[in-house]
């Protein structure tokens, strides 16, 4: 064993684990915004295979499955990361089941378009977030978050096949737009409660003595700019916001 | 563009597949075989997911989300290597449906137990009849299907958890060596309709007149073979089979 931060005074970090994490506020924080992208990707991971389901082709289907297991890729990343954190991954995970279920028990599309909307905005949505909490983060845990956010090409695949669908009737772009607007709000609400429920997380975006925060006008526009990207891709999607 | 087998004058078969598929039934009889796993193994990754569901824990949950994304991996091996060979992979694929999704329907389980033994005795069993079938193909569709079979720890898991709930209450063993016989008359029963209709597959058992076949007698015990290992698999899970 080499002489590790511990036995050098400072508080246990695990080994290979860096230095930042010696501030026991920060790791809690980082094993939180962890815990919540876990348990965020295992639960798209079941959403999405549900809805495909609802596939009208074996296609689409495979679609869907695909961009099921590349969350659970996700998850698995995340789950191994909070491990070597020294964090119980599955514990960590805990505080975020109820709001991520609360989320998907609020939002159950009724067809697969709905599905596939959701697939979309949900997923452009978190990555919005997670890149804007990230820029917080020591380097190693920005990459990983980072990297979690890949789109393995399933953007394309929804844009074409919602295009397509409001093209065959004109109808549909009214009933997905009220859906994206609803979707918005319930994850909004979400995302709200965890803030008010975690106070390591919302201490990690207010800052600390030694680390820059957000005050609340920061935190007011970088709302702005998640609600800005949402309203892209709905439009991009062919959708108003 | 090199020199073909089709411009040799022999009949069209894609550039980089092996010389047996010039053979046209042999062709057929192989886009049948991948169409079926290949289906086999999105269908298994809908139920797998499905299964989770009624997972007792986070862990068992991913543990079951693993298993899944490990079947939409092979299925899309076998989708592309489908392609490769100038087959329409979703067309190969489509025979195989009703027979999947029958012996689904049949053999839904009722709570996270039978829905483990489903995944043990399921996996076990279409592995040894790939295996089986495999010792008839050339080298490369062999090797794909090998290992498209890799366990990916599974079993490992589901022997843990079901022994340990025998040890906690005796009469679930009853209650599971029942569901495991009846999974296996299931899926006896749509191989056999399979069989019937898959004029293709079933020559490929049969042999032809360039290539060894089995015989009534070799088939049976073929599944003497299959019978006896998963009576083996029954017991290594704690139950009679």
Known sequence: MTESPAEAG???APEGVPVAFQDPSYLAAVVDLLGAIAYGAISAFERLAEDAKMAPTLEDKA???????TEFGHFRRLRDRLGALGAEPYDAMQPFVKPF??????TAPSDWLE??????????????????????LDADTRRLIIDSLTDAGQSEFVVDR??????ADHRVAGRLALWGRR????ALTQ??????????????LAGGIDRPGLDLAAIGRMFTRITERHNERMAEIGLSA
Chains 1, 2 share one sequence.
């Open 115 to 136: 599905g596939l909307v959701k697939a979309y905005v949900g997923d452009g949505l978190s990555a919005d977030f997670y890149r804007e909490i990230a820029a917080f």
């Open 183 to 186: 979707l918005m709000g319930e």
């Open 63 to 69: 679609e869907l499955a695909k961009m099921a297991s």
């Open 162 to 167: 919602v295009r397509k669908a409001i093209a």
């Open 10 to 12: 400072g508080p246990a």
């Open 101 to 106: 279920e609360s989320f998907h028990g609020r």
């Open 191 to 204: 995302a709200q409660r965890v803030a008010a429920e975690r106070d390591a997380l919302t201490a990690l």
